[in-house]
């Protein structure tokens, strides 16, 4: 079963700070994603990347940046949260072309 | 124009009853779809891929029409455990990532 893991559920931040997502997944997948989820919005990809150190921007990477210096592991970062960045966040994970299977969700709020 | 387009519903449809749900999709050359289940304040979960010549998952069938660049999602003998919003997805031009609709919304009722 794939196993796709989030380090918080919810998490509450202040306007200005820096904010770290954590996603980690089990299946050796080479693909992982960002989106952000928004009611009437759907879901919006941030940035994904295919490989170790490889990133590409999705349709809304303003305000973010992501790392991924190992294969199970992907970073999203707010540089300085704000307001407007108050989401739901999805992180995902794929093999190839294949379907990709969803995280938990991390409950953003900026105050 | 969006990539995947949906009747975002709500379709409220009575216990056992047939349900269907259509979506289309802009880019010819997709090459990959699929249909995602979302429950309230979850994360989406892959309810069934879609293959050129249709396929069945128990209750569910889903079909594509590549001339008509649509896709459709019947379920049989609904369930109250199917109430959920179903996304309608196809793969991108990258490939890698996909173009997720924004959803259908199904209440199933006594």
């Known amino acids: 079963d794939v196993k796709v893991t989030q380090s918080s559920r919810y998490l509450v931040k202040r306007t200005g700070e820096k904010v770290f997502l954590e996603c980690v997944q089990d299946m050796d997948h080479e693909n992982m994603f960002w989106y952000r989820q928004d009611p009437g919005l759907g879901l919006r990809l941030i940035y994904f990347?295919?490989?170790?150190?490889?990133?590409e921007k999705g349709d809304i990477p303003e305000g973010y940046s992501v790392s991924r210096e190992k294969k199970e592991r992907f970073s999203l970062i707010l540089e300085s949260a704000s307001t407007n960045q108050t989401s739901m966040y999805l992180c995902?994970?794929?093999?190839?072309?294949?379907?990709?299977?969803f995280g938990p969700g991390t409950r953003l709020t900026v105050t | 124009r969006k990539e995947v387009e949906q009747d975002p519903g709500p379709f409220n449809v009575p216990e056992g009853a047939t349900v269907a749900f259509n979506c289309t999709y802009s880019?010819?050359?997709?090459?990959?779809f699929f249909w995602y289940r979302q429950d309230c304040r979850k994360e989406p979960k892959l309810l069934m891929s879609?293959?050129?010549s249709g396929n069945e998952d128990g209750r569910f069938t889903a079909q594509l029409n590549r001339a008509s660049q649509y896709i459709s999602l019947l379920i049989r003998d609904s369930k109250l455990s199917d109430s959920a919003t179903y996304l309608c997805?196809?793969?991108?031009?990258?490939?890698?990532?996909?173009?997720f609709g924004k959803g259908t919304s199904l209440l199933v009722t006594p």
């Open positions: 879609v293959y050129s």
């Open positions: 880019n010819s050359a997709s090459q990959s």
């Open positions: 990347s295919y490989d170790v150190k490889m990133k």
């Open positions: 997805v196809s793969n991108s031009n990258s490939g890698y990532a996909l173009n």
């Open positions: 995902a994970s794929s093999w190839d072309y294949k379907a990709q299977y």
